[in-house]
């Protein structure tokens, strides 16, 4: 069969947590068999809108720019880059459509490919189709709702749209939340990584369609485990270092134990100035920091280099890779009661504690530097073995299968 994967970026242009598993799964994909396509967004933009033919590990991709016009916004109506994905779909002729984003590439995806006679499956890999600002981190002032109600949705994303008037705003909103119900009820299937963002997208689209749960898995299997050290614990967190994931709760909560442990931070650090700020808090605390910098699929994993991951995200997370990427290592991890990132645990080998607060995660991390019998405990209670990309490839392909036409 051949597969196009739809995403709204890809690497080398960028290349975050959606990407690694777009990528991970093509290479999955490629090893059952399947030729993979891919057409890829992009943030950067052309007179008129163009379409880059290149070459990524192998994957002829596709990569579409849209006209500075077609900035983003609610409708996604980005008329270069939809002409652009039909004359791609009308070319390659794929025998199934997987959508992974719409953000860069417009709506109707799933509509198009569904017009030509192919089957599409949806994987949802975050709060976009209920939040336009991807995370549901509202603005300061504004509380996110409890349910579907928009009237704070307005509020919060009106100052992006040039305040325009409220009523006009909340039927533009609702008008995008129709389009993506129908993308999602037309699809084949519509996948989600985890138990936690199918409830948030049953509530809050709202969407009453099939869900199915299907873990994005680990993306490599590890070849090493870390080896844990008697003295000054190792305490750190990798992946996006950006505030939202709680680095500053994290110096803070490790300052009380500055003579026992360091922190070691591993990933790209994309706010300027923002690490030197972590450095400062540490610095007051007495605590050493080592910031190793960004790293790739080739480099050892940072996981490797510690002895208790900590994640403390203030994030709705989607699905915790990272933690699963620490577990697989032999490393304990502590986790915030955000989003998914509980369910990572489910099986052992870690702590949760309240998310947005220093005071619980100081009393875990704390708890566990001081006695390290109970960080032996979950060390040994980390299960043996995890999902993989190659589970969830093996499940897409059964997917792609059961859409062809008879």
Same mark, same amino acid.
């Given at each position: 069969?051949?597969?196009?994967?739809?995403?709204?970026?890809?690497?080398?242009?960028?290349?975050?947590?959606?990407?690694?598993?777009?990528?991970? +799964?093509?290479?999955?994909?490629?090893?059952?068999?399947?030729?993979?396509?891919?057409?890829? #967004?992009?943030?950067?933009?052309?007179?008129?809108?163009?379409?880059?033919?290149?070459?990524?590990?192998?994957?002829?991709?596709?990569?579409?720019?849209?006209?500075?016009?077609?900035?983003?916004?609610?409708?996604?109506?980005?008329?270069?880059?939809? *002409?652009? /994905?039909?004359?791609? %779909?009308?070319?390659?002729?794929?025998? @199934?459509?997987? =959508?992974?984003?719409?953000?860069?590439?417009?709506?109707?995806?799933?509509?198009?490919?569904?017009?030509? #006679?192919?089957?599409? /499956?949806?994987?949802?890999?975050?709060?976009?189709?209920? $939040?336009?600002?991807?995370?549901?981190?509202?603005?300061?002032?504004?509380?996110?709702?409890?349910?579907?109600?928009?009237?704070?949705?307005?509020?919060?994303?009106?100052?992006?749209?040039?305040?325009? *008037?409220?009523?006009?705003?909340?039927?533009?909103?609702?008008?995008?939340?129709?389009?993506?119900?129908?993308?999602? %009820?037309?699809?084949?299937?519509?996948?989600?990584?985890?138990?936690?963002? @199918?409830?948030?997208?049953?509530?809050?689209?709202?969407?009453?369609?099939?869900?199915?749960? +299907?873990?994005?898995?680990? %993306?490599?299997?590890?070849?090493?485990?870390?080896?844990?050290?008697?003295?000054?614990?190792?305490?750190? $967190?990798?992946?996006? +270092?950006?505030?939202?994931?709680?680095?500053?709760?994290?110096?803070?909560?490790?300052?009380?134990?500055?003579?026992?442990?360091?922190?070691?931070?591993?990933?790209? $650090?994309?706010?300027?100035?923002?690490?030197?700020?972590?450095?400062?808090?540490?610095?007051?605390?007495?605590?050493?920091? =080592?910031?190793?910098?960004?790293?790739?699929?080739?480099?050892?994993?940072? @996981?490797?280099?510690?002895?208790? @991951?900590?994640?403390?995200?203030?994030?709705?997370?989607?699905?915790?890779?990272?933690?699963?990427?620490?577990?697989?290592?032999?490393?304990?991890?502590?986790?915030?009661?955000?989003?998914?990132?509980?369910?990572?645990?489910?099986?052992?080998?870690?702590?949760?504690?309240?998310?947005?607060?220093?005071?619980?995660?100081?009393?875990?991390?704390?708890?566990? /530097?001081?006695?390290?019998?109970?960080?032996?405990?979950?060390?040994?209670? =980390?299960?043996?073995?995890?999902?993989?990309?190659?589970?969830?490839?093996?499940?897409?392909?059964?997917?792609?299968?059961?859409?062809?036409?008879?």
């Amino acid at each position: 069969m051949k597969i196009v994967l739809f995403v709204h970026n890809f690497p080398p242009e960028f290349l975050g947590g959606t990407e690694q598993v777009v990528l991970g +799964l093509a290479k999955g994909l490629r090893e059952l068999g399947e030729e993979v396509v891919i057409v890829s #967004g992009s943030d950067a933009f052309h007179p008129g809108g163009r379409v880059l033919t290149e070459r990524f590990e192998g994957f002829h991709v596709y990569r579409l720019l849209r006209d500075p016009e077609e900035t983003y916004n609610l409708e996604l109506d980005f008329g270069s880059v939809g *002409d652009r /994905i039909e004359a791609i %779909l009308d070319k390659e002729k794929p025998d @199934a459509a997987h =959508i992974h984003h719409w953000s860069t590439l417009g709506m109707g995806l799933v509509q198009r490919a569904k017009a030509r #006679g192919i089957p599409a /499956i949806v994987s949802l890999h975050d709060l976009w189709t209920c $939040c336009p600002r991807f995370f549901r981190t509202p603005r300061k002032g504004v509380r996110c709702p409890a349910g579907a109600e928009r009237e704070n949705c307005v509020r919060c994303i009106s100052p992006d749209l040039g305040d325009p *008037d409220p009523g006009a705003l909340e039927r533009r909103f609702e008008r995008r939340q129709e389009r993506l119900r129908r993308e999602l %009820l037309e699809a084949v299937a519509v996948l989600v990584p985890s138990q936690s963002l @199918a409830r948030r997208i049953q509530k809050h689209l709202p969407f009453d369609g099939p869900l199915e749960v +299907l873990p994005h898995g680990l %993306l490599q299997e590890p070849k090493e485990r870390a080896v844990p050290r008697d003295k000054n614990l190792r305490v750190g $967190c990798f992946g996006n +270092l950006v505030p939202s994931k709680g680095l500053d709760l994290l110096v803070d909560a490790l300052g009380h134990n500055a003579s026992e442990c360091e922190i070691h931070l591993a990933g790209h $650090c994309p706010q300027e100035g923002y690490m030197d700020q972590l450095r400062e808090r540490a610095k007051r605390h007495g605590l050493p920091l =080592i910031w190793h910098g960004p790293f790739s699929a080739y480099d050892p994993h940072p @996981a490797l280099d510690l002895d208790l @991951a900590v994640f403390p995200s203030l994030c709705e997370e989607s699905y915790g890779l990272v933690v699963e990427e620490a577990l697989a290592r032999g490393v304990p991890v502590v986790v915030s009661a955000r989003g998914a990132l509980p369910e990572r645990l489910e099986n052992g080998g870690g702590v949760v504690v309240r998310s947005g607060g220093v005071m619980p995660l100081r009393i875990a991390v704390s708890n566990l /530097i001081r006695n390290r019998k109970e960080l032996d405990k979950l060390r040994a209670a =980390i299960p043996k073995s995890f999902p993989t990309i190659m589970d969830a490839a093996r499940r897409c392909q059964v997917l792609y299968k059961a859409g062809e036409p008879v």
